[in-house]
């Protein structure tokens, strides 16, 4: 089994920063890609950054120039580092990895998710 434990989560006041991590363990043989969405209340979760397997990146016209999506292979862990955060910004991040297992399996997981609030 896969697992993904996100992190990093708190209050932040406007304009601040914040890196959030998630973590992949477990009988994974190689991730492709990482992603990170978010969902605020009453809204629906949305695509906020994604990389691919060697580092290209893409994101949301709405988080451009101010989040930075990398990863760590090694450490099989996926970092958002958030600049200029903004109180729309806040909402429950969560990760997604997919991959494959040992074994040839291709596996799609999610995080439970990490919170922060935007607040002065």
């Known amino acids: 089994q896969v697992q993904l434990v996100e992190s990093g989560g708190g209050l932040v006041q406007p304009g601040g920063s914040l890196r959030l991590s998630c973590v992949a363990s477990?009988?994974?043989?190689?991730?492709?890609?990482m992603r990170w969405y978010r969902q605020a209340p009453g809204k629906q979760r949305e695509l906020v950054a994604a990389?691919?397997?060697?580092?290209?990146?893409n994101y949301a016209d709405s988080v451009k120039g101010r989040f930075t999506i990398t990863r760590d292979n090694a450490k099989n862990t996926v970092y958002l580092q958030m600049i200029n955060l903004k109180p729309k910004d806040a909402a429950v991040y969560y990760c997604?990895?997919?991959?494959?297992?040992?074994?040839?399996?291709?596996?799609?997981?999610w995080g439970r998710g990490t919170q922060f609030t935007v607040a002065s």
């Open positions: 997604n990895v997919d991959g494959f297992l040992y074994g040839g399996r291709w596996i799609d997981r």
């Open positions: 477990g009988s994974i043989s190689s991730i492709s890609s």
């Open positions: 990389i691919g397997s060697g580092g290209s990146a």
